[in-house]
């Protein structure tokens, strides 16, 4: 008896050093304090499980609880969400709905608390509502873990020195502002407030320019910057024009535009766990076949903004071993419903990875889903572009997505290649979303805009002023009790 409860402990103490062993938990969720998100998340990674040998008990065993207090009640509201990525790796997310004290962050493993769980934090911990901006910026950039060089606002901001503003302003709107079609917004932020004047028929757009500077001044008090934002998809200014300044969601080899992310990618971070569901977290959780179990064929659905994408149609048709491609909708091409409909419904992003490869072509200017293919981690087939969004120059061909020709000619033979090389192909979906777990998460896309802004700050020599007819964009009123060192800038506005 005493032998069996003695090998019984034993037992034991093996079982929980091999856990430790076994279990990795990092990421920003676990600095709360310092790194306020929308959504605040962690991984937990189970590293000697891979997804030919993952169980789906893994996810039953793992639980997580959040919770803290709030100024007036015993709990304080938090939303808890686990995404499992199926492959012996977890993501956790959750939402603050009001500031929390003595927050609590446990992750269990069959009941019990693994690696340095519970993470505990005395707070305050706020929500991403809330208005309390570190007054200093490079520590805030420092303590939310940015990067602060990146290659692309190097090289974009490269033909920019000692800029006046109001001159370049003046000539963005001499030259760019046509009523029909092109919007953008002369943005100015000034003390930390937001002020702006819109050129153009179609500003609606002007709510993710606002949200992004509207997030980050309550995070960090910005520099005072003035910059004009466009709200179209093409980039304007022209190589061979003028290098003036305009901030673009996608950029071009032949024009000089800043990138910034795309609205659609940073919308994606301000409202994770909010308004949209289809975000790079959320995509790591969503396909439901194992690799082996994907059909080895390319998928593509989109409208037919460009005529690759009519052409994809004749190639898969004439190759229905090799793809699965349809229009969902006509508008740029209505004379060509008979030949190439009839449109197909929409599918769940979610259902592209059933495929084991997708095909990422062309709209209008860049197809704004890439960073979702990648972080799904599907095997993208990326049609040559010489449109480019703020994170293309970083990706490598072979390693990160397979290379295809702008007119699509080797698509086939591209195909082929997946399906006889397996191995390299899962390799590269698997680069793809070790990519975007680097690169293109909530946190990346919030940093790459706040170092964006100040790299910008740094080049413009004129004096940043607010004109008398500047629309004010407020920050939305929430009660919120900024910690003391955080509240002088408060008093001081
Ligand atoms: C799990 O974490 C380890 C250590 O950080 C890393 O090497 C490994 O690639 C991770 N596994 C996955 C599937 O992300
Ligand atoms: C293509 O995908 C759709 C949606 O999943 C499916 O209904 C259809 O049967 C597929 N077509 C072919 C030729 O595999
Ligand atoms: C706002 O005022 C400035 C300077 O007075 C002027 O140049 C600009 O055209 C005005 N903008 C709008 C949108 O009215």
């Known amino acids: 008896m005493l032998r069996k409860s003695f090998l019984y402990m034993f037992f034991i103490i093996e079982l929980n050093q091999a856990l430790k062993n076994e279990i990795n938990i990092f990421g920003p969720g676990l600095k709360p304090e310092e790194i306020v998100m929308p959504a605040r998340y962690f991984y937990v990674n189970f590293t000697n499980i891979n997804s030919l040998s993952y169980k789906p008990e893994l996810n039953k065993n793992l639980v997580i609880d959040i919770y803290g207090r709030s100024k007036t009640s015993e709990h304080c509201r938090v939303w808890v969400n686990k995404l499992d990525r199926k492959d012996g790796t977890f993501i956790v997310r959750y939402k603050l709905y009001e500031t929390c004290f003595d927050l609590s962050i446990h992750v269990y493993y069959k009941r019990k608390d693994v690696v340095q769980s519970p993470y505990k934090f005395k707070g305050p911990v706020y929500p991403d509502q809330c208005h309390c901006p570190d007054i200093d910026f490079e520590h805030w950039l420092k303590s939310y873990g940015c990067s602060n060089t990146y290659e692309q606002i190097h090289k974009d901001l490269k033909p920019y020195q000692d800029i006046d503003m109001t001159e370049k302003v003046k000539k963005i709107v001499q030259q760019y502002h046509q009523p029909e079609s092109t919007s953008f917004c002369h943005y100015v932020v000034k003390e930390n407030e937001i002020y702006r004047n819109c050129y153009g028929k179609h500003i609606g757009f002007n709510m993710f320019s606002d949200n992004i500077l509207l997030a980050l001044s309550r995070k960090v008090k910005l520099p005072d910057i003035e910059l004009v934002i466009n709200l179209g998809d093409w980039p304007l200014v022209h190589k061979g024009s003028e290098p003036l300044p305009v901030f673009s969601w996608c950029g071009s080899d032949e024009t000089f535009d800043i990138t910034m992310p795309t609205y659609d990618l940073t919308e994606s971070a301000l409202e994770n766990m909010g308004r949209v569901t289809l975000d790079t977290l959320s995509v790591q959780s969503g ?36 793809f699965n491609a349809s229009l969902t909708n006509f508008f740029f091409f209505r004379d060509k419903e008979a030949q190439y409909g009839p449109k197909q419904p929409h599918i769940s992003f979610f259902k592209f990875f059933d495929y084991k490869y997708q ?95 100040w790299e910008w700050s740094k080049l413009v020599k004129s004096k940043v002023h607010v004109e008398d007819n500047m629309t004010h964009v407020p920050q939305a009123a929430f009660e919120c009790d900024c910690r003391s060192e955080n509240r002088k800038i408060r008093e001081d506005l």
């Open 359 to 453: 095909i990422n072509i062309d709209g209008t200017v860049a197809a704004y889903r890439l960073p979702y293919l990648l972080a799904g981690g599907g095997t993208v087939l990326k049609q040559d572009s010489p449109y480019y969004e703020h994170f293309y120059k970083q990706l490598t061909p072979w390693e990160h997505f397979i290379p295809v020709k702008r007119d699509l000619s080797d698509l086939v033979d591209r195909v082929k290649w997946a399906r006889e090389n397996d191995d390299k192909a899962q390799l590269i979906a698997m680069n793809a979303k070790n990519f975007a777990n680097e690169h293109l998460l909530p946190q990346h896309v919030i940093c790459y805009h706040a170092v964006l802004f």
């Open 287 to 322: 396909a439901e076949l194992a690799w082996d179990k994907r059909e080895p064929r390319a998928v593509w659905r989109g409208r037919d903004s460009r005529a690759e994408r009519l052409k994809l149609i004749d190639i898969a048709r004439a190759n229905p071993d090799l």
